[in-house]
């Protein structure tokens, strides 16, 4: 490092030495203050150390390069110079804040010190200059406490103490009740409390003073918290922290003055209004800090005119100027307004998508920028109901936020009390409150407005069951105790009865008592627009994972191109199907669960009628069933009792039946391909049913695509049996009824075994779709249902960077996909001559980051469930735009 290296950077009187761009370099706030400086903005002057100071003090031994300190006295020469007063001159003293700032806002850096320079002799000198002893006595007493506490370490709870004890004295409630002679003592006390804790007097040399503020910014940087910020973020490769320097302007000089913090719009709604709050006679964090209520900003025009005016034109030259959204600071000092801060700012979801869309409409920005600009996931926002932003009501309880969006509803304690409740009164919403869900809870949950579990976490039944249905879902609530003998829920010290109204939210994971107003959400004017946009960008197709005709057509609203997973087992639990389901587990013989499963067969044709009709032109992928089959039979003695009295058998031959398919793991058992390879007829129904509901539809003049997805296959040979007989009933099906149906088979891809022989399976299947939970699940060998005990302490301990079932593992994962689609796609060009239609079913395809992984391995769609049908959209316009910068497998 050179000692004619350029360490400071000064701004001010409508220039500067650094720019925007320079954020790696002086940090946010100090490029930005620069830039500020050059559009002519009043602000402030000051200079910016940079952040290649803090890296060369960290490289060198807590030493800086000899060249800051000529370089910082040259920029205090000219600071003072623009002001016209004199750090330490108690004549015409000048003040100045002391302010961190890194290349990203950073929770943990240091505080900023306000008011330094002040001194016991430069105090008396203020006063006077000013004719305000209070004010001047006011800051020296902060400046005491912000160094001490902020540079020094001194506990604030020591000089609050002190505050508290003059307050009690004097018989006063306010700061601002305390006169300047209380304030003089006060000081005298603060620098009492200084000395017991430090060892030494106040320095009483502003240069100290501004020394050791420096210094304790670059201290800060590797302080625990900013570390542990950084570490948790995966936040790296930042050099460290500028440190601004910046002359004092004051806000706190009586009523001409005053401070705010402002948004150039509106950051809940996105509307083109000033937004924000100011206070009159107020200093620094006062806005904040809620130490009196600020006024609206938009008040600040009849109070101060000229300076609301002002603050105006400044809104639209950073906007225009940044074109982007931005978070402002600043201070009126006796009618005179200054620029403290500007920054892009933080919004909802909605807040985006409307700002991003307005812009381009104004000309600031072009499509492709405001698709950059709208987080995906932030979409969630604008697609599920919400809280009534004006509902006060507080939660008394607060559980895992599963499934995003607010519900409220009539307390149920039981999936059958639900379904009761809703034939009873289909018009009340109802909100499942239980200990966890299981598959038989399925119909009762789906009723269910929203789902509120005690126990489980973000991989369990109810979360995975009720995202998939976008339905609102907390889990793992603990303060949650369900009684159901006696039909009460306690939550805390609070008692709800079944009946009662209940709301949770499942965006932040917060419980209340009562029923809480929701706004509903609707996919329309800037949110529509913006779609429309990413969909000419985007070549990934998206689909959805759905299978009910209610969920089909709400995810076409969406915007999804076809059904990329129907679930057949979600089909088998209504009320009468899921009798005729167990009378064909619990039979002896084929020609007893043939005779079951020939009740089934109208359900299931009605339903894929219903879901053809609803995706009239679009492709739909139906799954054949996957789970095993004991999921479908209670395993409560009751439960079993009252099955076996349905059925019209003994309650033993049910247990009986219970215990034969019980098994050590089910999720490597009895289930996928290798149920209709050992009880063909299932499989046989199954595809019956969907040849002639295409049939049905195709001849009431609609266009129909079924695809028939073989899951969990492993070998080639599981392939081609079931494949076989499929082909063989679908024929016999198409015979008998005269007409044709174009259909195609395919499988899923999700045994490692499979992604590995993908050529061999690519040769005998017209699709792949990779089923990425099981996948994941069989990859890392973790049980998706088992993984609470030890995916908190993986995540914690960074052993996974993020949970494997929420964002696709590119590393190990990804792999598997890039050698079944690479390999598939060549084996089926070879030997049909055809594309490999190549897709993703899993809850990844959702997933922002999963998305771009997909579009960059090649997919042609990924299907997710409806109400990330739009999330999945955007992402994939984003992945195009994307395109060139490489896509990292290291996180
Ligand atoms: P943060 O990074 O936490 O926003 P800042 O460095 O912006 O901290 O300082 C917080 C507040 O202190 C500012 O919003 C402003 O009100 C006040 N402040 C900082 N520097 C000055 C200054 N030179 N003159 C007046 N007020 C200042
Ligand atoms: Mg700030
Ligand atoms: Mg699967």
């Given at each position: 490092?050179?000692?004619?290296?350029?360490?400071?950077?000064?701004?001010?009187?409508?220039?500067?030495?650094?720019?925007?761009?320079?954020?790696?370099?002086?940090?946010?706030?100090?490029?930005?203050?620069?830039?500020?400086?050059?559009?002519?903005?009043?602000?402030?002057?000051?200079?910016?150390?940079?952040?290649?100071?803090?890296?060369?003090?960290?490289?060198?031994?807590?030493?800086?390069?000899?060249?800051?300190?000529?370089?910082?006295?040259?920029?205090?020469?000219?600071?003072?110079?623009?002001?016209?007063?004199?750090?330490?001159?108690?004549?015409?003293?000048?003040?100045?804040?002391?302010?961190s700032g890194a290349a990203l806002s950073m929770p943990g850096m240091m505080n900023t010190i306000l008011n330094l320079g002040l001194s016991d002799a430069v105090v008396e000198g203020m006063a006077k200059k000013t004719g305000n002893p209070r004010f001047a006595y006011d800051g020296y007493r902060r400046l005491?406490?912000?160094?001490?506490?902020?540079?020094?370490?001194?506990?604030?709870?020591?000089?609050?103490?002190?505050?508290?004890?003059?307050?009690?004295?004097?018989?006063?409630?306010?700061?601002?009740?305390?006169?300047?002679?209380?304030?003089?003592?006060?000081?005298?006390?603060?620098?009492?409390?200084?000395?017991?804790?430090?060892?030494?007097?106040?320095?009483?040399?502003?240069?100290?003073?501004?020394?050791?503020?420096?210094?304790?910014?670059?201290?800060?940087?590797?302080?625990?918290?900013?570390?542990?910020?950084?570490?948790?973020?995966?936040?790296?490769?930042?050099?460290?922290?500028?440190?601004?320097?910046?002359?004092?302007?004051?806000?706190?000089?009586?009523?001409?003055?005053?401070?705010?913090?402002?948004?150039?719009?509106?950051?809940?709604?996105?509307?083109?209004?000033?937004?924000?709050?100011?206070?009159?006679?107020?200093?620094?964090?006062?806005?904040?800090?809620?130490?009196?209520?600020?006024?609206?900003?938009?008040?600040?025009?009849?109070?101060?005119?000229?300076?609301?005016?002002?603050?105006?034109?400044?809104?639209?030259?950073?906007?225009?100027?940044?074109?982007?959204?931005?978070?402002?600071?600043?201070?009126?000092?006796?009618?005179?307004?200054?620029?403290?801060?500007?920054?892009?700012?933080?919004?909802?979801?909605?807040?985006?998508?409307?700002?991003?869309?307005?812009?381009?409409?104004?000309?600031?920005?072009?499509?492709?920028?405001?698709?950059?600009?709208?987080?995906?996931?932030?979409?969630?926002?604008?697609?599920?109901?919400?809280?009534?932003?004006?509902?006060?009501?507080?939660?008394?309880?607060?559980?895992?936020?599963?499934?995003?969006?607010?519900?409220?509803?009539?307390?149920?304690?039981?999936?059958?009390?639900?379904?009761?409740?809703?034939?009873?009164?289909?018009?009340?919403?109802?909100?499942?409150?239980?200990?966890?869900?299981?598959?038989?809870?399925?119909?009762?949950?789906?009723?269910?407005?929203?789902?509120?579990?005690?126990?489980?976490?973000?991989?369990?039944?109810?979360?995975?069951?009720?995202?998939?249905?976008?339905?609102?879902?907390?889990?793992?609530?603990?303060?949650?105790?369900?009684?159901?003998?006696?039909?009460?829920?306690?939550?805390?010290?609070?008692?709800?009865?079944?009946?009662?109204?209940?709301?949770?939210?499942?965006?932040?994971?917060?419980?209340?008592?009562?029923?809480?107003?929701?706004?509903?959400?609707?996919?329309?004017?800037?949110?529509?627009?913006?779609?429309?946009?990413?969909?000419?960008?985007?070549?990934?197709?998206?689909?959805?994972?759905?299978?009910?005709?209610?969920?089909?057509?709400?995810?076409?609203?969406?915007?999804?191109?076809?059904?990329?997973?129907?679930?057949?087992?979600?089909?088998f639990f209504g009320d009468q199907r899921i009798t005729a389901m167990r009378k064909m587990i619990v039979a002896d013989d084929v020609e007893g669960r043939k005779a079951a499963l020939a009740e089934l067969e109208p359900f299931q044709k009605a339903d894929f009628v219903g879901i053809f009709e609803a995706m009239d032109g679009l492709p739909v992928t139906i799954r054949l069933l996957d789970p095993p089959l004991h999921e479908?039979?209670?395993?409560?003695?009751?439960?079993?009792?009252?099955?076996?009295?349905?059925?019209?058998?003994?309650?033993?031959?049910?247990?009986?039946?219970?215990?034969?398919?019980?098994?050590?793991?089910?999720?490597?058992?009895?289930?996928?391909?290798?149920?209709?390879?050992?009880?063909?007829?299932?499989?046989?129904?199954?595809?019956?049913?969907?040849?002639?509901?295409?049939?049905?539809?195709?001849?009431?003049?609609?266009?129909?695509?079924?695809?028939?997805?073989?899951?969990?296959?492993?070998?080639?040979?599981?392939?081609?049996?079931?494949?076989?007989?499929?082909?063989?009933?679908?024929?016999?099906?198409?015979?008998?009824?005269?007409?044709?149906?174009?259909?195609?088979?395919?499988?899923?891809?999700?045994?490692?075994?499979?992604?590995?022989?993908?050529?061999?399976?690519?040769?005998?299947?017209?699709?792949?779709?990779?089923?990425?939970?099981?996948?994941?699940?069989?990859?890392?060998?973790?049980?998706?249902?088992?993984?609470?005990?030890?995916?908190?302490?993986?995540?914690?301990?960074?052993?996974?960077?993020?949970?494997?079932?929420?964002?696709?593992?590119?590393?190990?994962?990804?792999?598997?996909?890039?050698?079944?689609?690479?390999?598939?796609?060549?084996?089926?060009?070879?030997?049909?001559?055809?594309?490999?239609?190549?897709?993703?079913?899993?809850?990844?395809?959702?997933?922002?980051?999963?998305?771009?992984?997909?579009?960059?391995?090649?997919?042609?769609?990924?299907?997710?469930?409806?109400?990330?049908?739009?999330?999945?959209?955007?992402?994939?316009?984003?992945?195009?735009?994307?395109?060139?910068?490489?896509?990292?497998?290291?996180?």
């Amino acid at each position: 490092m050179s000692d004619s290296q350029k360490f400071v950077y000064s701004f001010g009187g409508g220039k500067a030495d650094g720019k925007a761009e320079m954020k790696t370099l002086l940090g946010g706030k100090g490029a930005n203050l620069a830039e500020m400086s050059v559009l002519g903005i009043p602000v402030p002057p000051g200079f910016t150390i940079t952040t290649e100071v803090c890296a060369a003090y960290y490289e060198g031994d807590k030493k800086l390069p000899e060249a800051v300190k000529p370089q910082v006295q040259a920029a205090i020469a000219e600071m003072e110079k623009l002001v016209g007063t004199k750090l330490g001159d108690p004549a015409n003293p000048l003040l100045v804040s002391v302010r961190s700032g890194a290349a990203l806002s950073m929770p943990g850096m240091m505080n900023t010190i306000l008011n330094l320079g002040l001194s016991d002799a430069v105090v008396e000198g203020m006063a006077k200059k000013t004719g305000n002893p209070r004010f001047a006595y006011d800051g020296y007493r902060r400046l005491i406490d912000m160094f001490g506490s902020t540079a020094m370490g001194v506990d604030h709870e020591h000089f609050e103490h002190e505050l508290e004890a003059l307050k009690q004295a004097k018989g006063v409630k306010n700061d601002t009740d305390l006169s300047a002679d209380d304030l003089k003592v006060l000081v005298e006390k603060y620098k009492a409390v200084y000395k017991a804790h430090t060892g030494s007097d106040f320095p009483q040399d502003p240069i100290e003073q501004l020394w050791a503020s420096i210094m304790a910014v670059f201290n800060s940087w590797m302080g625990k918290k900013a570390v542990e910020y950084r570490r948790i973020e995966r936040i790296s490769g930042l050099k460290g922290t500028a440190v601004n320097v910046q002359a004092m302007v004051f806000g706190n000089m009586g009523s001409n003055s005053g401070t705010g913090v402002a948004f150039t719009r509106d950051p809940n709604t996105g509307a083109d209004e000033f937004y924000g709050d100011y206070l009159i006679n107020a200093q620094g964090e006062d806005v904040v800090a809620g130490i009196r209520t600020p006024e609206p900003i938009a008040q600040l025009d009849q109070e101060m005119p000229k300076v609301y005016e002002q603050l105006l034109g400044i809104r639209k030259t950073l906007e225009s100027h940044y074109k982007e959204m931005q978070d402002i600071e600043f201070t009126v000092q006796d009618g005179t307004l200054y620029m403290l801060q500007t920054r892009s700012g933080k919004r909802t979801g909605s807040a985006a998508v409307r700002i991003a869309v307005e812009m381009v409409k104004e000309g600031l920005i072009d499509q492709k920028t405001a698709l950059q600009r709208v987080n995906p996931e932030s979409l969630n926002h604008l697609l599920l109901p919400q809280l009534d932003p004006k509902a006060k009501d507080k939660p008394v309880a607060q559980g895992i936020a599963a499934s995003p969006g607010a519900a409220s509803g009539k307390v149920v304690l039981s999936a059958e009390a639900a379904v009761a409740h809703a034939e009873a009164h289909p018009d009340v919403k109802i909100l499942l409150v239980r200990k966890e869900t299981s598959p038989e809870d399925v119909a009762g949950m789906h009723l269910a407005s929203g789902i509120l579990t005690s126990t489980g976490g973000k991989a369990s039944h109810a979360a995975v069951v009720a995202r998939g249905w976008g339905k609102p879902c907390v889990v793992g609530c603990e303060a949650v105790r369900i009684d159901e003998k006696t039909g009460t829920v306690r939550i805390g010290e609070h008692t709800v009865k079944a009946g009662d109204y209940l709301t949770i939210n499942g965006t932040t994971g917060d419980v209340m008592i009562g029923q809480v107003a929701t706004v509903a959400p609707s996919i329309s004017g800037h949110f529509a627009e913006l779609m429309e946009w990413a969909d000419k960008i985007r070549t990934l197709k998206v689909r959805t994972n759905a299978d009910t005709p209610i969920d089909s057509a709400k995810a076409r609203e969406f915007g999804a191109e076809g059904i990329g997973l129907c679930r057949t087992e979600h089909m088998f639990f209504g009320d009468q199907r899921i009798t005729a389901m167990r009378k064909m587990i619990v039979a002896d013989d084929v020609e007893g669960r043939k005779a079951a499963l020939a009740e089934l067969e109208p359900f299931q044709k009605a339903d894929f009628v219903g879901i053809f009709e609803a995706m009239d032109g679009l492709p739909v992928t139906i799954r054949l069933l996957d789970p095993p089959l004991h999921e479908f039979l209670p395993h409560d003695d009751k439960g079993q009792a009252e099955v076996a009295k349905q059925l019209g058998v003994t309650a033993q031959k049910v247990k009986d039946r219970v215990e034969q398919l019980h098994e050590f793991n089910p999720m490597l058992g009895f289930r996928g391909c290798r149920l209709p390879i050992v009880y063909p007829e299932i499989g046989d129904m199954q595809v019956r049913a969907i040849i002639e509901a295409a049939i049905e539809v195709k001849k009431k003049g609609k266009s129909v695509l079924p695809e028939i997805m073989i899951p969990l296959v492993g070998t080639v040979e599981e392939l081609v049996f079931v494949k076989t007989r499929a082909i063989a009933e679908a024929e016999a099906v198409m015979k008998q009824e005269g007409t044709k149906v174009d259909y195609l088979i395919g499988t899923m891809i999700e045994v490692p075994r499979a992604a590995l022989t993908a050529d061999k399976i690519a040769e005998e299947a017209e699709f792949f779709s990779f089923g990425t939970n099981d996948l994941t699940q069989m990859t890392f060998g973790f049980s998706r249902d088992d993984i609470k005990g030890f995916m908190p302490t993986y995540l914690r301990e960074k052993i996974l960077p993020v949970d494997p079932f929420q964002t696709l593992d590119a590393n190990g994962v990804g792999q598997l996909i890039e050698i079944g689609v690479a390999k598939g796609r060549k084996a089926r060009k070879e030997k049909a001559g055809e594309h490999l239609k190549v897709g993703i079913c899993g809850e990844h395809g959702g997933d922002p980051e999963s998305v771009a992984f997909c579009h960059v391995v090649g997919m042609d769609y990924v299907s997710c469930s409806p109400y990330r049908v739009p999330i999945a959209r955007l992402a994939a316009a984003q992945a195009v735009l994307a395109e060139g910068k490489t896509i990292s497998r290291d996180r």
